[in-house]
Each structure stands twice: as C-alpha cells, then as structure tokens.
C-alpha cells in the first residue's frame, strides 16, 4: 500500500463535534492528497499539499481544512461535522510531475450520526 | 456533468474470457490517463497508465488503448481471474502544467464480476 498508514479506519462522531484524520506516509514523497468517496459520486478531491504548510483546495473543500507540519504527515479536520460528510475517505500521495500516479491508502470510513 | 465516465456501471464475464471496461472522457486537454482497481473495503490500486502520445500500453494481462479521435480509454484484462473482481474506473489529468496528481479526475467506476 505504498506505505501510507490512514488512522482511524473507523469512526462514528456526532453533529457538529470536531473529527480529525491522520494520514502517515513512509515514501517521503512531496504531494499528499485527501479524497473523499461517496455512491454516484467517485473520488473527489477535498484538499492537497504540495509541500509543508503548503496546501490549496481541491473540488469539495468547503467543512474541511488540513495542515502539514511534516512532510510524512497529512491531516484532515472536520470542525463541525455534518451528515453530509459521511463518507469514506482516502489519502494519497504521490512524487509529483506532469505524469504521475496517485497511491492511495485504506481509506477511513466516517459516519456521522 | 463528470468529465469521465464509464458506459457499464457492472460487466459480468466468464472466468478464464477477457474482460474489457470502457472509459469515456470530454477533455481534448487531458493527456495522461490511469486506471485503478479497488477491491471491497480497500482503497484504489493503480493498475496502469497511458500518456496521450501513446495508443496502447501493455503491462501483465492488461492492456490499455486510447483512442484520442473519440476521446474514449479501454482497459482489457486477459484470462480473467476470480481475483480481478472489483470495481475498476479510470482518471484523467487535465491541468495544462506540471505538478502533482491534484488535477486529477476519476470516474465512477465499473464493477466487474468474474463468473465460475
């Protein structure tokens, strides 16, 4: 699995408690990406990094904000979660350039209730 | 509307048939392209990939073809095995520069069912 370690696997969290997911890779590469994967709709880009503390939004970023303090680690905050963030959610990561390929995590599947 | 998409939500083969998942895409930008595989509870695994100035790319019984005049991407799976069963779907890069995979866009996949 590319060396990429998603934590919790598992969550069930209450509206409007704050939730935050951890994504740990060993391969040291620069980009890391977080997904989120729902029924009809695929994979869909939430946020990304770049580089540490570099970061920008991807297509579903609004009720999400990461950080990256370190280059092996990649986090995803929920501040207020919502029923409409229930979802399976993907990290990956990739080595950067115009063709290159995204490796993915487990994945940690959030329900919020 | 999703820029990449699949024609079959499932397709259902024999065990031993070839396999093919079709793959449509609308940007004449796009010029990278990935299939993954993702087995029930795991995450996509990469599969293989195809720059635009390239028809076909073979790997271990997967091949794929792109066919740029109908902007349409096929993966074929030979000899198909109990173990190729899960849903597959492709992506496109369609930003214009260099940079990460953030430019990435994924279909919704197909689901393939290998029959005994």
């Known amino acids: 699995d590319a060396g990429i370690t998603q934590s919790p696997r598992h969550k069930v969290t209450e509206t409007g408690t704050p939730v935050t997911l951890r994504c740990h890779q060993t391969?040291?590469?620069?980009?890391m990406y977080w997904y989120r994967q729902d029924p009809g709709h695929g994979l869909r880009l939430i946020h990304y990094?770049?580089?540490?503390?570099?970061?920008d939004k991807g297509e579903v970023s609004d009720g999400y904000s990461v950080s990256r303090s370190k280059t092996e680690d990649f986090l995803l905050t929920l501040e207020s979660a919502t029923s409409s963030q229930t979802s399976v959610y993907f990290c990956?990561?990739?080595?950067?350039?115009?063709?290159?390929?995204?490796?993915f995590g487990q994945g940690t599947r959030l329900t919020v209730v | 509307g999703e820029s990449v998409g699949l024609h079959l939500p499932t397709l259902s083969v024999q065990e031993g048939d070839n396999s093919i998942i079709n793959c449509a895409y609308s940007?004449?930008?796009?010029?990278?392209f990935i299939w993954y595989k993702q087995e029930s509870g795991k995450g996509p695994q990469f599969i293989i990939d195809i720059r635009s100035n390239m028809d076909k790319r073979q790997g271990q019984r997967v091949t794929v073809l792109l066919n740029k005049t109908v902007k349409h991407l096929s993966l074929q799976i030979a000899a198909t095995q109990p173990g190729d069963s899960a849903v597959y779907f492709c992506?496109?890069?369609?930003?214009?520069?260099?940079?990460?995979?953030?430019?990435?866009?994924f279909g919704k996949g197909t689901h393939l069912i290998i029959q005994p």
């Open positions: 990094s770049y580089g540490v503390k570099d970061t």
């Open positions: 940007n004449s930008a796009s010029d990278y």
């Open positions: 992506a496109e890069n369609m930003r214009g520069s260099g940079g990460g995979a953030d430019g990435l866009t």
């Open positions: 391969e040291n590469h620069r980009y």
């Open positions: 990956a990561i990739s080595g950067g350039g115009r063709y290159t390929e995204a490796f």
